[in-house]
């Protein structure tokens, strides 16, 4: 008799605020002003090719600046919490402190290839603005530089299966995952902006 286990789960964290409406309007009209004022960022983002606009060279400590910011966090502090349970991490008394939150502004055309978060153990992104045809995050199976010559999987995989895997948020959604899980954004097909705000946590006393 064989038996098949699945071993090392990474886990995806998804949430929708409810009644985000109205904490999705302030945070949209922070994010043009921003997008409009933030000489900063305007030119990190003209220097790196970045498309639209990021206040993460800039301006990262929004809940400091911005109420709309600051009420988010409020809510993002909660689910970080019960992922990090969920996680079953021994964090010593400790708790999930966001260090850092930053909005992206991304037009119709623009994409954020792949990376990861350096320095934190909980990423995320909040999404305010999805218009239809934004497209969705992609996550990469982290094993993937150690496959070798491991065959690709069959597009019929199971979604677990598989080497890439998407995930489409709409406005109001939270996602979470571990800061070393690479993601991409594909292009923007929308006609409108996406507007995100994207986090990162570490573990520390507060």
């Not at 708790?95 to 909980?122: L, R, Y």
């Not at 199971?158 to 995930?167: D, F, L, N, T, V």
């Not at 406005?171 to 594909?186: K, Y």
């Not at 097909?189 to 996406?194: E, Q, T, W």
Request: aromatic letters at 8%; charged letters at 20%.
């Amino acid at each position: 008799m064989s038996k098949i286990q699945s071993l090392f789960p990474t886990l995806l964290y998804r949430a929708e605020l409810p009644n985000a409406a109205k904490l999705n309007g302030n945070l949209e009209d922070a994010a043009i002003t921003l997008s409009e004022d933030d000489g900063a960022g305007q030119r990190w983002c003209e220097k790196h090719g970045y498309p639209g606009y990021t206040s993460f060279s800039s301006n990262f400590d929004l809940a400091a600046m911005i109420p709309a910011f600051k009420t988010l966090v409020k809510e993002l502090d909660k689910h970080a919490s019960a992922f990090a349970k969920e996680l079953h991490w021994d964090i010593r008394g400790g708790k999930p402190i966001c260090d850092s939150i930053w909005v992206n502004v991304m037009p119709e055309g623009g994409s954020h290839t792949s990376h990861i978060h350096t320095n934190s153990v909980i990423s995320g992104t909040y999404y305010v603005s999805v218009p239809q045809g934004a497209g969705p995050i992609v996550y990469e199976d982290p094993r993937h530089a150690l496959m070798m010559a491991a065959p690709q999987r069959l597009a019929t995989a199971p979604r677990e299966m598989k080497s890439h895997i998407s995930e489409t948020p709409e406005a109001g959604t939270v996602l979470m995952w571990e800061s070393w899980l690479r993601h991409e954004v594909p292009l923007n097909k929308a006609d409108g902006l996406r507007i995100s705000v994207s986090f990162n946590y570490v573990i520390g006393v507060k």
